[in-house]
Protein backbone atom coordinates (compact mmCIF):
# COMPACT_ATOMS: atom_id res chain seq x y z
CA UNK A 1 0.00 0.00 0.00
CA UNK A 2 0.93 3.59 -0.88
CA UNK A 3 0.47 6.52 1.12
CA UNK A 4 1.39 10.23 0.31
CA UNK A 5 2.21 12.88 2.81
CA UNK A 6 0.95 16.12 1.91
CA UNK A 7 3.56 18.93 2.82
CA UNK A 8 3.34 21.77 5.19
CA UNK A 9 2.77 24.91 2.68
CA UNK A 10 4.97 27.60 3.34
CA UNK A 11 2.90 30.34 1.34
CA UNK A 12 0.12 29.09 -0.93
CA UNK A 13 -3.55 30.35 -1.24
CA UNK A 14 -6.87 30.26 0.60
CA UNK A 15 -7.71 26.22 -1.19
CA UNK A 16 -8.67 23.44 0.82
CA UNK A 17 -6.12 21.28 -0.58
CA UNK A 18 -3.14 23.37 0.25
CA UNK A 19 -4.16 24.25 3.70
CA UNK A 20 -4.20 20.91 5.52
CA UNK A 21 -0.96 19.46 7.44
CA UNK A 22 -0.32 16.38 9.11
CA UNK A 23 -0.59 12.55 7.11
CA UNK A 24 -3.32 12.73 4.98
CA UNK A 25 -4.59 10.95 1.44
CA UNK A 26 -6.23 13.02 -1.34
CA UNK A 27 -8.72 10.92 -3.15
CA UNK A 28 -9.88 12.13 -6.90
CA UNK A 29 -12.88 11.48 -8.50
CA UNK A 30 -14.68 12.63 -11.91
CA UNK A 31 -18.30 14.42 -11.28
CA UNK A 32 -20.17 13.68 -14.19
CA UNK A 33 -22.99 15.00 -15.76
CA UNK A 34 -21.64 18.52 -17.98
CA UNK A 35 -18.97 16.96 -20.56
CA UNK A 36 -19.89 14.10 -23.47
CA UNK A 37 -16.54 12.64 -22.75
CA UNK A 38 -17.42 11.23 -19.13
CA UNK A 39 -20.73 9.14 -21.02
CA UNK A 40 -19.90 5.58 -21.90
CA UNK A 41 -21.81 6.14 -25.28
CA UNK A 42 -19.19 8.67 -26.55
CA UNK A 43 -16.97 7.49 -28.82
CA UNK A 44 -13.41 8.25 -28.23
CA UNK A 45 -11.92 7.60 -31.56
CA UNK A 46 -14.87 9.85 -33.47
CA UNK A 47 -14.86 12.20 -30.85
CA UNK A 48 -14.00 15.80 -32.06
CA UNK A 49 -13.35 18.64 -29.44
CA UNK A 50 -14.12 21.01 -31.75
CA UNK A 51 -17.10 20.34 -33.60
CA UNK A 52 -19.02 19.96 -29.77
CA UNK A 53 -17.89 22.94 -28.03
CA UNK A 54 -15.36 21.14 -25.88
CA UNK A 55 -17.76 17.98 -25.02
CA UNK A 56 -19.64 20.74 -22.64
CA UNK A 57 -23.57 19.33 -23.14
CA UNK A 58 -26.14 21.71 -23.58
CA UNK A 59 -28.35 22.20 -20.56
CA UNK A 60 -29.81 24.14 -18.01
CA UNK A 61 -28.18 24.28 -14.34
CA UNK A 62 -29.41 24.71 -10.89
CA UNK A 63 -27.01 27.70 -10.59
CA UNK A 64 -28.36 29.92 -13.64
CA UNK A 65 -28.51 33.13 -12.62
CA UNK A 66 -31.75 35.76 -13.94
CA UNK A 67 -29.84 37.05 -16.95
CA UNK A 68 -29.49 33.21 -17.98
CA UNK A 69 -30.41 33.82 -21.78
CA UNK A 70 -27.50 36.64 -21.99
CA UNK A 71 -24.71 34.20 -20.60
CA UNK A 72 -23.14 31.23 -22.83
CA UNK A 73 -22.77 27.60 -21.46
CA UNK A 74 -19.23 27.61 -20.58
CA UNK A 75 -19.81 31.17 -18.90
CA UNK A 76 -22.74 28.95 -16.88
CA UNK A 77 -20.64 26.30 -16.20
CA UNK A 78 -18.31 28.48 -14.89
CA UNK A 79 -21.03 29.59 -11.88
CA UNK A 80 -21.30 25.75 -11.45
CA UNK A 81 -17.92 25.29 -10.57
CA UNK A 82 -17.43 28.60 -8.34
CA UNK A 83 -20.81 27.19 -6.79
CA UNK A 84 -19.15 23.74 -5.94
CA UNK A 85 -16.13 24.78 -4.43
CA UNK A 86 -17.85 28.04 -2.36
CA UNK A 87 -20.44 25.12 -0.90
CA UNK A 88 -17.65 22.55 -0.72
CA UNK A 89 -16.50 20.91 2.91
CA UNK A 90 -13.09 22.76 4.19
CA UNK A 91 -10.96 19.20 2.57
CA UNK A 92 -12.40 19.04 -0.90
CA UNK A 93 -11.42 21.12 -4.12
CA UNK A 94 -12.76 21.43 -7.64
CA UNK A 95 -10.94 22.12 -10.35
CA UNK A 96 -11.03 21.66 -14.14
CA UNK A 97 -8.32 20.26 -16.05
CA UNK A 98 -8.17 21.33 -19.61
CA UNK A 99 -6.03 17.38 -20.88
CA UNK A 100 -4.32 18.37 -24.18
CA UNK A 101 -2.28 15.98 -25.97
CA UNK A 102 0.86 16.77 -28.37
CA UNK A 103 0.37 16.98 -31.55
CA UNK A 104 1.61 14.23 -34.43
CA UNK A 105 5.36 13.80 -33.65
CA UNK A 106 8.00 12.16 -35.93
CA UNK A 107 7.46 8.71 -33.37
CA UNK A 108 3.76 8.72 -34.62
CA UNK A 109 4.38 8.90 -38.19
CA UNK A 110 6.79 6.28 -37.70
CA UNK A 111 4.75 4.13 -35.90
CA UNK A 112 1.80 4.25 -39.23
CA UNK A 113 4.60 3.84 -41.44
CA UNK A 114 6.46 0.60 -39.63
CA UNK A 115 3.51 -0.88 -38.41
CA UNK A 116 2.99 -1.19 -34.59
CA UNK A 117 5.10 -4.57 -34.21
CA UNK A 118 8.23 -3.18 -36.88
CA UNK A 119 7.56 -0.31 -34.25
CA UNK A 120 7.67 -1.13 -31.24
CA UNK A 121 9.68 -4.59 -31.70
CA UNK A 122 12.66 -2.14 -33.40
CA UNK A 123 12.22 0.71 -35.01
CA UNK A 124 11.19 2.57 -31.78
CA UNK A 125 14.44 1.51 -30.24
CA UNK A 126 16.73 3.34 -32.51
CA UNK A 127 17.14 7.56 -32.36
CA UNK A 128 15.46 7.45 -36.18
CA UNK A 129 15.94 6.41 -39.34
CA UNK A 130 17.76 7.49 -42.45
CA UNK A 131 15.67 10.25 -42.85
CA UNK A 132 13.95 11.42 -39.48
CA UNK A 133 14.69 11.60 -35.75
CA UNK A 134 12.09 10.18 -33.61
CA UNK A 135 14.60 10.64 -30.06
CA UNK A 136 12.56 12.88 -28.25
CA UNK A 137 10.81 13.70 -31.24
CA UNK A 138 9.42 16.96 -32.49
CA UNK A 139 6.06 17.86 -34.18
CA UNK A 140 5.76 17.07 -37.95
CA UNK A 141 3.76 19.50 -40.44
CA UNK A 142 0.71 17.69 -39.78
CA UNK A 143 1.29 17.92 -35.82
CA UNK A 144 1.76 21.47 -35.94
CA UNK A 145 -1.48 22.00 -38.15
CA UNK A 146 -3.04 20.24 -35.50
CA UNK A 147 -1.78 22.53 -32.61
CA UNK A 148 -3.08 25.44 -34.65
CA UNK A 149 -5.90 24.06 -34.35
CA UNK A 150 -6.46 24.03 -30.96
CA UNK A 151 -5.11 27.95 -31.25
CA UNK A 152 -8.12 28.82 -33.40
CA UNK A 153 -10.49 26.82 -31.12
CA UNK A 154 -9.15 28.33 -28.06
CA UNK A 155 -9.65 31.91 -29.88
CA UNK A 156 -13.47 31.23 -30.80
CA UNK A 157 -14.14 29.64 -27.22
CA UNK A 158 -12.37 33.23 -26.01
CA UNK A 159 -14.55 35.13 -28.22
CA UNK A 160 -17.75 33.31 -28.50
CA UNK A 161 -18.50 31.13 -25.62
CA UNK A 162 -16.42 33.70 -23.19
CA UNK A 163 -14.78 30.67 -21.97
CA UNK A 164 -12.47 31.18 -18.41
CA UNK A 165 -9.10 30.21 -19.23
CA UNK A 166 -6.82 28.51 -17.65
CA UNK A 167 -5.72 30.22 -14.56
CA UNK A 168 -2.43 27.75 -15.03
CA UNK A 169 -0.54 25.28 -17.72
CA UNK A 170 1.95 22.90 -17.25
CA UNK A 171 3.93 20.59 -19.58
CA UNK A 172 5.61 17.59 -19.95
CA UNK A 173 9.15 18.18 -20.71
CA UNK A 174 9.48 16.24 -24.11
CA UNK A 175 9.73 18.45 -27.41
CA UNK A 176 6.36 17.56 -28.93
CA UNK A 177 4.54 18.70 -25.82
CA UNK A 178 6.62 21.75 -25.48
CA UNK A 179 6.14 22.97 -28.78
CA UNK A 180 2.28 21.85 -28.56
CA UNK A 181 1.78 24.03 -26.05
CA UNK A 182 3.43 26.64 -27.73
CA UNK A 183 2.00 27.07 -30.35
CA UNK A 184 -1.55 26.44 -28.81
CA UNK A 185 -1.55 28.92 -26.42
CA UNK A 186 0.58 31.38 -28.21
CA UNK A 187 -1.29 34.55 -29.35
CA UNK A 188 -4.46 34.25 -27.88
CA UNK A 189 -6.08 37.11 -25.77
CA UNK A 190 -5.82 35.48 -22.56
CA UNK A 191 -6.14 37.84 -19.15
CA UNK A 192 -2.71 39.79 -18.24
CA UNK A 193 -3.34 38.39 -14.55
CA UNK A 194 -3.10 34.82 -16.24
CA UNK A 195 -0.56 34.44 -18.82
CA UNK A 196 0.44 31.49 -20.78
CA UNK A 197 3.44 30.56 -18.91
CA UNK A 198 3.47 26.89 -18.47
CA UNK A 199 5.40 24.82 -15.47
CA UNK A 200 7.79 21.92 -16.85
CA UNK A 201 7.02 19.53 -14.34
CA UNK A 202 8.96 15.87 -15.23
CA UNK A 203 5.90 13.42 -13.93
CA UNK A 204 3.81 14.99 -16.50
CA UNK A 205 6.43 12.67 -18.97
CA UNK A 206 4.78 10.14 -21.30
CA UNK A 207 4.72 6.70 -19.73
CA UNK A 208 8.87 5.52 -19.65
CA UNK A 209 9.34 2.66 -22.20
CA UNK A 210 12.46 1.84 -23.89
CA UNK A 211 11.38 4.15 -26.85
CA UNK A 212 13.71 6.47 -27.72
CA UNK A 213 10.95 9.13 -27.94
CA UNK A 214 10.37 8.71 -23.96
CA UNK A 215 13.85 10.10 -23.47
CA UNK A 216 13.71 13.66 -23.11
CA UNK A 217 16.53 16.43 -23.23
CA UNK A 218 18.71 18.06 -21.13
CA UNK A 219 17.69 21.22 -18.85
CA UNK A 220 19.52 23.60 -20.81
CA UNK A 221 18.19 22.88 -24.02
CA UNK A 222 14.61 22.62 -22.99
CA UNK A 223 15.59 25.85 -21.16
CA UNK A 224 17.19 28.06 -24.48
CA UNK A 225 14.07 26.99 -26.40
CA UNK A 226 11.55 28.53 -24.05
CA UNK A 227 13.61 30.80 -21.97
CA UNK A 228 10.65 32.58 -20.18
CA UNK A 229 9.01 29.68 -19.11
CA UNK A 230 9.53 28.20 -14.99
CA UNK A 231 11.10 24.85 -14.50
CA UNK A 232 9.91 22.78 -11.45
CA UNK A 233 12.37 22.69 -8.68
CA UNK A 234 14.74 19.77 -8.93
CA UNK A 235 14.17 19.39 -12.22
CA UNK A 236 17.55 17.51 -13.17
CA UNK A 237 20.03 18.36 -16.13
CA UNK A 238 19.97 15.24 -17.23
CA UNK A 239 16.98 13.01 -17.94
CA UNK A 240 17.52 10.38 -15.08
CA UNK A 241 14.43 8.03 -15.41
CA UNK A 242 14.32 6.60 -18.96
CA UNK A 243 17.36 3.92 -18.67
CA UNK A 244 16.25 2.12 -22.70
CA UNK A 245 16.66 -1.10 -20.35
CA UNK A 246 14.14 -1.18 -18.54
CA UNK A 247 10.36 0.48 -18.95
CA UNK A 248 7.89 1.99 -16.16
CA UNK A 249 4.83 -0.28 -15.81
CA UNK A 250 1.11 1.15 -15.44
CA UNK A 251 1.37 0.72 -12.20
CA UNK A 252 4.48 2.77 -11.22
CA UNK A 253 3.40 5.39 -13.89
CA UNK A 254 -0.05 5.83 -11.97
CA UNK A 255 2.29 6.04 -8.52
CA UNK A 256 3.64 8.96 -10.05
CA UNK A 257 1.02 10.26 -11.93
CA UNK A 258 -1.10 10.39 -8.62
CA UNK A 259 2.28 12.34 -6.96
CA UNK A 260 2.00 14.77 -9.78
CA UNK A 261 -1.69 15.55 -8.86
CA UNK A 262 -1.25 15.65 -5.44
CA UNK A 263 1.74 18.05 -5.95
CA UNK A 264 -0.16 20.30 -8.41
CA UNK A 265 -3.60 20.41 -6.07
CA UNK A 266 -1.75 20.79 -2.63
CA UNK A 267 0.74 23.55 -4.30
CA UNK A 268 -1.56 25.54 -6.36
CA UNK A 269 -4.79 27.36 -6.30
CA UNK A 270 -5.80 27.92 -9.69
CA UNK A 271 -9.34 26.60 -10.56
CA UNK A 272 -8.56 25.75 -14.22
CA UNK A 273 -5.90 24.77 -15.78
CA UNK A 274 -4.02 23.05 -18.99
CA UNK A 275 -1.84 19.95 -18.75
CA UNK A 276 0.08 19.55 -22.25
CA UNK A 277 0.78 15.68 -22.33
CA UNK A 278 0.58 12.41 -23.84
CA UNK A 279 -1.56 9.41 -25.06
CA UNK A 280 -0.08 7.51 -21.94
CA UNK A 281 0.28 9.78 -19.21
CA UNK A 282 -3.28 11.58 -20.04
CA UNK A 283 -4.88 7.63 -19.72
CA UNK A 284 -3.07 7.11 -16.91
CA UNK A 285 -4.08 10.69 -15.12
CA UNK A 286 -7.86 9.81 -16.13
CA UNK A 287 -7.40 6.43 -14.27
CA UNK A 288 -6.03 8.14 -11.38
CA UNK A 289 -9.32 10.64 -11.32
CA UNK A 290 -11.73 7.71 -12.06
CA UNK A 291 -12.69 8.97 -15.52
CA UNK A 292 -13.75 6.26 -17.90
CA UNK A 293 -11.14 5.14 -20.28
CA UNK A 294 -11.19 8.26 -23.01
CA UNK A 295 -8.27 7.69 -25.72
CA UNK A 296 -7.38 11.27 -27.15
CA UNK A 297 -6.49 11.62 -30.67
CA UNK A 298 -2.83 13.19 -31.69
CA UNK A 299 -3.78 17.26 -31.00
CA UNK A 300 -7.26 16.39 -28.93
CA UNK A 301 -8.08 18.24 -25.89
CA UNK A 302 -10.69 17.31 -23.37
CA UNK A 303 -11.70 19.16 -20.10
CA UNK A 304 -12.90 17.17 -16.58
CA UNK A 305 -14.08 17.90 -13.81
CA UNK A 306 -12.33 16.57 -11.11
CA UNK A 307 -13.22 16.49 -7.09
CA UNK A 308 -10.24 16.49 -4.84
CA UNK A 309 -10.76 14.87 -1.33
CA UNK A 310 -8.54 15.33 1.35
CA UNK A 311 -8.64 12.73 3.99
CA UNK A 312 -7.18 10.70 6.33
CA UNK A 313 -5.15 7.98 5.90
CA UNK A 314 -7.05 5.24 7.50
CA UNK A 315 -10.13 6.20 4.85
CA UNK A 316 -8.35 5.63 2.63
CA UNK A 317 -10.77 2.88 0.59
CA UNK A 318 -8.66 2.55 -2.84
CA UNK A 319 -5.13 2.62 -3.07
CA UNK A 320 -2.15 2.64 -6.06
CA UNK A 321 0.19 0.30 -5.72
CA UNK A 322 3.63 0.42 -7.92
CA UNK A 323 5.44 -2.23 -9.98
CA UNK A 324 8.59 -2.63 -10.25
CA UNK A 325 9.84 -1.59 -14.16
CA UNK A 326 10.02 -4.57 -16.17
CA UNK A 327 12.56 -4.96 -19.69
CA UNK A 328 10.27 -5.49 -22.91
CA UNK A 329 11.46 -7.83 -25.07
CA UNK A 330 12.70 -6.36 -28.43
CA UNK A 331 14.41 -7.81 -32.11
CA UNK A 332 17.61 -6.82 -33.30
CA UNK A 333 16.58 -6.72 -36.23
CA UNK A 334 12.81 -5.96 -37.72
CA UNK A 335 10.26 -8.34 -36.39
CA UNK A 336 8.27 -11.04 -38.95
CA UNK A 337 5.67 -10.04 -36.48
CA UNK A 338 4.12 -9.26 -33.08
CA UNK A 339 1.13 -11.23 -30.73
CA UNK A 340 -0.61 -8.21 -30.00
CA UNK A 341 -2.25 -10.66 -27.32
CA UNK A 342 1.06 -10.46 -25.40
CA UNK A 343 3.27 -6.94 -23.90
CA UNK A 344 5.94 -6.76 -26.69
CA UNK A 345 5.62 -10.58 -27.95
CA UNK A 346 7.51 -9.54 -30.72
CA UNK A 347 8.43 -12.47 -33.08
CA UNK A 348 11.88 -12.18 -34.40
CA UNK A 349 13.07 -13.96 -37.77
CA UNK A 350 14.56 -17.30 -36.95
CA UNK A 351 18.74 -15.52 -38.38
CA UNK A 352 18.23 -13.32 -35.51
CA UNK A 353 18.46 -14.28 -31.79
CA UNK A 354 15.80 -11.85 -30.01
CA UNK A 355 16.99 -9.38 -27.44
CA UNK A 356 17.13 -10.91 -23.78
CA UNK A 357 16.25 -14.72 -24.41
CA UNK A 358 15.81 -15.20 -20.30
CA UNK A 359 13.01 -13.27 -20.90
CA UNK A 360 9.38 -14.45 -21.34
CA UNK A 361 7.34 -13.85 -23.45
CA UNK A 362 9.29 -14.87 -26.53
CA UNK A 363 8.61 -16.50 -29.34
CA UNK A 364 10.37 -17.06 -32.59
CA UNK A 365 9.27 -17.67 -36.10
CA UNK A 366 8.97 -21.51 -37.38
C1 LIG B 1 -19.56 2.69 -17.87
O1 LIG B 1 -18.73 1.56 -18.17
C2 LIG B 1 -18.06 1.03 -17.06
C3 LIG B 1 -17.09 -0.03 -17.55
O2 LIG B 1 -17.65 -0.81 -18.57
C4 LIG B 1 -19.10 0.50 -16.07
O3 LIG B 1 -18.45 -0.02 -14.93
C5 LIG B 1 -20.00 1.65 -15.62
O4 LIG B 1 -21.01 1.18 -14.78
C6 LIG B 1 -20.63 2.30 -16.83
N1 LIG B 1 -21.33 3.50 -16.41
C7 LIG B 1 -22.55 3.77 -16.79
C8 LIG B 1 -23.15 5.03 -16.25
O5 LIG B 1 -23.19 3.06 -17.57
C1 LIG C 1 -16.13 4.65 -33.10
O1 LIG C 1 -15.71 5.50 -34.15
C2 LIG C 1 -14.79 4.90 -35.06
C3 LIG C 1 -14.28 5.97 -36.00
O2 LIG C 1 -15.31 6.73 -36.53
C4 LIG C 1 -15.49 3.73 -35.76
O3 LIG C 1 -14.57 3.12 -36.64
C5 LIG C 1 -15.95 2.74 -34.71
O4 LIG C 1 -16.68 1.70 -35.31
C6 LIG C 1 -16.83 3.43 -33.67
N1 LIG C 1 -17.09 2.48 -32.58
C7 LIG C 1 -18.32 2.26 -32.15
C8 LIG C 1 -18.44 1.29 -31.01
O5 LIG C 1 -19.30 2.79 -32.63
C1 LIG D 1 -24.55 22.88 -27.91
O1 LIG D 1 -25.22 23.73 -28.82
C2 LIG D 1 -24.37 24.46 -29.69
C3 LIG D 1 -25.18 25.46 -30.47
O2 LIG D 1 -26.34 24.86 -30.95
C4 LIG D 1 -23.62 23.47 -30.58
O3 LIG D 1 -22.71 24.15 -31.42
C5 LIG D 1 -22.84 22.51 -29.68
O4 LIG D 1 -22.21 21.53 -30.48
C6 LIG D 1 -23.76 21.83 -28.69
N1 LIG D 1 -22.93 21.06 -27.76
C7 LIG D 1 -23.03 19.75 -27.66
C8 LIG D 1 -22.12 19.11 -26.69
O5 LIG D 1 -23.82 19.08 -28.33
C1 LIG E 1 11.72 7.40 -41.77
O1 LIG E 1 10.54 7.44 -40.97
C2 LIG E 1 9.61 8.41 -41.39
C3 LIG E 1 8.47 8.40 -40.38
O2 LIG E 1 8.90 8.91 -39.15
C4 LIG E 1 9.15 8.13 -42.78
O3 LIG E 1 8.25 9.14 -43.21
C5 LIG E 1 10.35 8.09 -43.71
O4 LIG E 1 9.92 7.72 -45.01
C6 LIG E 1 11.38 7.09 -43.21
N1 LIG E 1 12.58 7.18 -44.00
C7 LIG E 1 13.11 6.11 -44.60
C8 LIG E 1 14.38 6.35 -45.35
O5 LIG E 1 12.58 5.00 -44.55
C1 LIG F 1 6.33 29.25 -30.49
O1 LIG F 1 5.12 29.77 -31.03
C2 LIG F 1 5.31 30.93 -31.81
C3 LIG F 1 3.92 31.46 -32.19
O2 LIG F 1 3.19 30.52 -32.89
C4 LIG F 1 6.16 30.60 -33.02
O3 LIG F 1 6.39 31.77 -33.76
C5 LIG F 1 7.47 29.99 -32.55
O4 LIG F 1 8.18 29.55 -33.69
C6 LIG F 1 7.24 28.84 -31.63
N1 LIG F 1 8.51 28.37 -31.10
C7 LIG F 1 8.88 27.10 -31.14
C8 LIG F 1 10.25 26.79 -30.62
O5 LIG F 1 8.15 26.22 -31.57
C1 LIG G 1 22.18 19.45 -24.00
O1 LIG G 1 21.64 18.94 -25.20
C2 LIG G 1 22.01 19.65 -26.35
C3 LIG G 1 21.20 19.15 -27.52
O2 LIG G 1 21.22 17.75 -27.57
C4 LIG G 1 23.52 19.50 -26.54
O3 LIG G 1 23.93 20.23 -27.72
C5 LIG G 1 24.22 20.08 -25.33
O4 LIG G 1 25.61 19.86 -25.42
C6 LIG G 1 23.71 19.43 -24.05
N1 LIG G 1 24.18 20.18 -22.90
C7 LIG G 1 24.74 19.60 -21.86
C8 LIG G 1 25.07 20.51 -20.72
O5 LIG G 1 24.96 18.41 -21.82
C1 LIG H 1 14.75 15.54 -6.16
O1 LIG H 1 14.95 14.57 -7.18
C2 LIG H 1 15.77 13.48 -6.77
C3 LIG H 1 16.07 12.65 -8.00
O2 LIG H 1 14.92 12.33 -8.72
C4 LIG H 1 15.04 12.72 -5.68
O3 LIG H 1 15.85 11.64 -5.26
C5 LIG H 1 14.79 13.66 -4.52
O4 LIG H 1 14.02 12.99 -3.55
C6 LIG H 1 14.05 14.89 -4.98
N1 LIG H 1 13.98 15.82 -3.88
C7 LIG H 1 12.86 16.45 -3.59
C8 LIG H 1 12.94 17.41 -2.46
O5 LIG H 1 11.84 16.30 -4.23
Known amino acids: ?20 TGPSYIEY ?33 PTDPANVASLTQWQRF ?11 P ?39 NATATWSDAHLTNNG ?38 NLTFSGLPLPAKNPFLPTIKEKLREGISEHTCDRRSNKTYIHNIFPTWPIEANFTEYDELWTGVTAETDGAQQV ?29 ILEVIGHRSFSLNTGAVIPVLVKAETILPSQVTHTISSMPWTPSPHCTVPPVTSISTIDNGCVCPNSAAPVDITLAPYATSS
Not at 110 to 126: D, I, K, Q, R, V
Request: proline share 3%; aromatic share 12%; with cysteine.
Open 29 to 61: STVPGYFLQDLNSTNATAFDYTTVNFGLINQTY
Open 144 to 181: IAQALVANNFWLSRIETQKITTPQSYYTSPLSRCLETA
Open 90 to 128: KNVDYKVLFLGRHGEGWHNAAETYYGTPGWNCYWSLLDG
Open 256 to 284: RSKQLLDNIFTTDCSTWMSFTSHSGEIGT
Open 78 to 88: AIVVESLNANA
Open 1 to 20: MVRWEIPLLVSGGACALAAA
